[in-house]
Antibody
Framework: EVQLVESGGGLVQPGGSLRLSCAAS????????MNWVRQAPGKGLEWISY????????RYADSVKGRFSISRDNPKNSLYLQMNSLRAQDTAVYYC??????????WGQGILVTVSS | QSALTQPRSVSGSPGHSVTISCIGS?????????VSWYQQRPGKAPKLLIY???KRPSGVPDRFSGSKSGNTASLTISGLQVDDEADYYC??????????FGGGTKVTVL
């Protein structure tokens, strides 16, 4: 069974940093591209970052470019999102999402990040 | 990377059909065949319903169907059930390895 479990969320002050992790299991992790998708409270879904299976290709949404950094450790079956210069608008539930045939076929349960003083 | 446009809400009676539109542009929906749809129940993670415009993953009932014409994609739910009450999101490729979602549509079963 595919499982994606996020961790590392919490309360952080504006301008601060946070690192999210996602532990993957139940599939051949290194062969799948992965993404982070977020959802602000009461709002819709927003794709924010992509990383290919071999880490050769990385993409960001304009809203986080230059502030967030995606990475992965294939031997550890882990995905990361380093978030710097956080703003109130970054407050959201962050989902770790597996990419399959150009769609998002498995989602983690989500982790809440709150940016507030 | 402008969000795709969806109606905020649609409603229908049990057994009837509803269709949710997803309006994009020549840079996303109109350009790529990679349109997908997701169902999200309150407090839960989204679930993939449709990929590649009209394909259903294993386990998704054939009451859910997708289509596309020009810059507009559509999701139709036939034989509406109370259990179908949820938020629905469309998503399109918007370039190489980038995606854009719609604003979401709340489906209410009357």
């Amino acid at each position: 069974e595919v499982q994606l479990v996020e961790s590392g969320g919490g309360l952080v002050q504006p301008g601060g940093s946070l690192r999210l992790s996602c532990a993957a299991s139940g599939f051949d992790y290194s062969t799948y591209s992965m993404n982070w998708v977020r959802q602000a409270p009461g709002k819709g879904l927003e794709w924010i970052s992509y990383i290919s299976g071999g880490t050769g290709t990385i993409r960001y949404a304009d809203s986080v470019k230059g502030r967030f950094s995606i990475s992965r450790d294939n031997p550890k079956n882990s995905l990361y999102l380093q978030m710097n210069s956080l703003r109130a608008q970054d407050t959201a539930v962050y989902y770790c999402v597996r990419d399959s045939t150009w769609s998002f076929d498995h989602w983690g349960q989500g982790i809440l990040v709150t940016v507030s003083s | 990377q402008s969000a795709l446009t969806q109606p905020r809400s649609v409603s229908g009676s049990p057994g009837h059909s509803v269709t949710i539109s997803c309006i994009g542009s020549n840079s996303d929906v109109g350009l790529y065949k990679y349109v997908s749809w997701y169902q999200q129940r309150p407090g839960k993670a989204p679930k993939l319903l449709i990929y590649d415009v009209s394909k259903r993953p294993s386990g998704v009932p054939d009451r859910f169907s997708g289509s596309k014409s020009g810059n507009t994609a559509s999701l139709t739910i036939s034989g509406l059930q109370v259990d179908d009450e949820a938020d629905y999101y469309c998503c399109s490729s918007a370039g190489t390895y980038t995606w854009v979602f719609g604003g979401g549509t709340k489906v209410t079963v009357l």
